[in-house]
């Protein structure tokens, strides 16, 4: 059974080393907003819902070679907000570490101060996303910058920061083996399967939209978790529709076996290379 086509990501809790730097960081060169700060933990957004949570672990190794985040990706509402994103990283001098056109989207990498990885991206419509033989074919060519920054063409209003309405689109994962993540996220969670990127990584979502979680295997394969408190993901939200929406997962996590731990704001589980989901509905309900 699917899970509930209306699933998205929410927020996404991370480890840093430093609250103050990392604040700074995604207020100056994000443009996000910080709503609240509490117990050396603050919650940052666009304005709207809380989309990054950070908390400050100061003696927290960092490791590599271990399973976790790759990147969490930003999406901004439009292309003129993927340009108003772009000339601030100009401006601020941010170190990037890549850009491509995924046919689905256009993105810019880069990472915070402790080495989490970032995507900044906006979709493209659905009726343009390249197709092979009624499959989703996501691509890896060269970004447009051109094209991008002519959004700005007569647009000399000031850097406001993110849009309202700007989300975190997906996460990206490094997991141990590819097999027992697809049969986690796709077997037991419920998503489905839009793409596999060769032996190594693949994209599963909601609804038909491109990927709301991709899962690879670039730190190892066998690649263990890291260690408890470890500077990255702490974990991050699946937002569904409603309490039966999570009742329908949690169902087929129990049945499988797998541990789950109800906690403030969710449901909490791991997938098998243990990083952590929050299972959680919108605040409102």
């Given at each position: 059974?699917?899970i509930?086509?209306?699933?998205?990501?929410?927020?996404?809790?991370?480890?840093?080393?430093?609250?103050?730097?990392?604040?700074?960081?995604?207020?100056?060169?994000?443009?996000?907003?910080?709503?609240?700060?509490?117990?050396?933990?603050?919650?940052?957004?666009?304005?709207?819902?809380?989309?990054?949570?950070?908390?400050?672990?100061?003696?927290?190794?960092?490791?590599?070679?271990?399973?976790?985040?790759?990147?969490?990706?930003?999406?901004?509402?439009?292309?003129?907000?993927?340009?108003?994103s772009?000339?601030?990283?100009?401006?601020?001098?941010?170190v990037?570490?890549?850009?491509?056109?995924?046919?689905v989207?256009?993105?810019?990498?880069?990472?915070?101060?402790?080495?989490?990885?970032?995507?900044?991206?906006?979709?493209?419509?659905?009726?343009?996303?390249?197709?092979?033989?009624?499959?989703?074919?996501?691509?890896?060519?060269?970004?447009?910058?051109?094209?991008?920054?002519?959004?700005?063409?007569?647009?000399?209003?000031?850097?406001?920061?993110?849009a309202?309405?700007?989300?975190?689109?997906?996460?990206?994962?490094?997991?141990?083996?590819?097999?027992?993540?697809?049969?986690?996220?796709?077997?037991?969670?419920?998503?489905?399967?839009?793409?596999?990127?060769?032996?190594?990584?693949?994209?599963?979502?909601?609804?038909?939209?491109?990927h709301?979680?991709?899962?690879?295997?670039?730190?190892?394969?066998?690649?263990?978790?890291?260690?408890?408190?470890?500077?990255?993901?702490?974990?991050?939200?699946?937002?569904?529709?409603?309490?039966?929406?999570?009742?329908?997962?949690?169902?087929?996590?129990?049945?499988?076996?797998?541990?789950?731990?109800?906690?403030?704001?969710?449901?909490?589980?791991?997938?098998?290379?243990?990083?952590?989901?929050l299972?959680?509905?919108?605040?409102?309900?």
């Amino acid at each position: 059974m699917s899970i509930d086509p209306r699933t998205s990501i929410g927020a996404v809790h991370l480890n840093v080393s430093d609250l103050d730097e990392s604040v700074r960081f995604y207020e100056a060169h994000l443009g996000l907003k910080r709503h609240r700060t509490a117990d050396r933990t603050a919650w940052l957004g666009a304005g709207g819902p809380d989309l990054l949570i950070l908390s400050e672990c100061e003696s927290a190794p960092r490791v590599r070679g271990t399973t976790g985040l790759y990147h969490f990706a930003v999406l901004v509402p439009s292309r003129l907000e993927l340009a108003r994103s772009l000339r601030r990283l100009v401006e601020t001098d941010t170190v990037m570490q890549g850009f491509a056109d995924h046919g689905v989207s256009e993105a810019m990498y880069l990472a915070d101060p402790d080495g989490n990885g970032i995507e900044i991206y906006r979709d493209r419509p659905r009726p343009e996303w390249p197709m092979d033989g009624g499959r989703l074919r996501m691509t890896a060519d060269p970004l447009d910058f051109e094209g991008i920054l002519s959004e700005l063409q007569n647009r000399p209003d000031e850097w406001a920061g993110l849009a309202r309405d700007t989300v975190i689109g997906h996460v990206h994962l490094h997991v141990s083996r590819l097999a027992d993540a697809e049969a986690f996220y796709v077997g037991t969670l419920g998503f489905d399967l839009m793409q596999r990127y060769g032996p190594s990584a693949l994209f599963v979502s909601a609804g038909g939209y491109h990927h709301h979680v991709g899962l690879n295997t670039w730190a190892g394969v066998g690649a263990p978790p890291p260690p408890p408190g470890a500077i990255g993901l702490r974990h991050f939200m699946v937002r569904l529709p409603d309490r039966s929406a999570v009742d329908r997962v949690v169902s087929r996590v129990r049945a499988a076996g797998i541990p789950i731990e109800e906690i403030e704001g969710g449901v909490l589980v791991r997938d098998p290379a243990q990083n952590a989901i929050l299972l959680t509905v919108p605040a409102d309900l």
